[in-house]
Nanobody, 124 residues
């Protein structure tokens, strides 16, 4: 099985910074697109940023210039550097990835996986 485990969330004051990590583990053959999403209380889950396997990135307008998504393919790890945090960034942040896994010997299939989420709270 494949797991995505996020870390790095917490409480930070407005204007502060946090770095989220998402480590993928298990029977991984290849990782394709990865992304961060967030869900605030009472709101739908929304896209924050995505990154392709070759490093092309895409950001929500609300985080452009403040957040940076990156990945370390050798470590199967996704990152989100967040700066100039605002109270409206408060949410549970989820990691998402398209991963090819070996379901039986010699047979591979691509699935979409979600992490369990990590809470980010921006408050004074």
């Amino acid at each position: 099985q494949v797991q995505l485990v996020e870390s790095g969330g917490g409480l930070v004051q407005p204007g502060g910074s946090l770095r989220l990590s998402c480590a993928a583990s298990g029977r991984i053959f290849s990782i394709y697109d990865m992304g961060w999403y967030r869900q605030a209380p009472g709101k739908q889950r929304e896209l924050v940023a995505t990154i392709t396997s070759d490093g092309s990135t895409n950001y929500a307008d609300s985080v452009k210039g403040r957040f940076t998504i990156s990945r370390d393919n050798a470590k199967n790890t996704l990152y989100l550097q967040m700066k100039s945090l605002k109270s409206e960034d408060t949410a549970v942040y989820y990691c998402n990835a398209d991963i090819s896994t070996e379901i039986v010997v010699g047979v591979y299939h691509e699935y979409n996986y979600w992490g369990q989420g990590t809470q980010v709270t921006v408050s004074s």
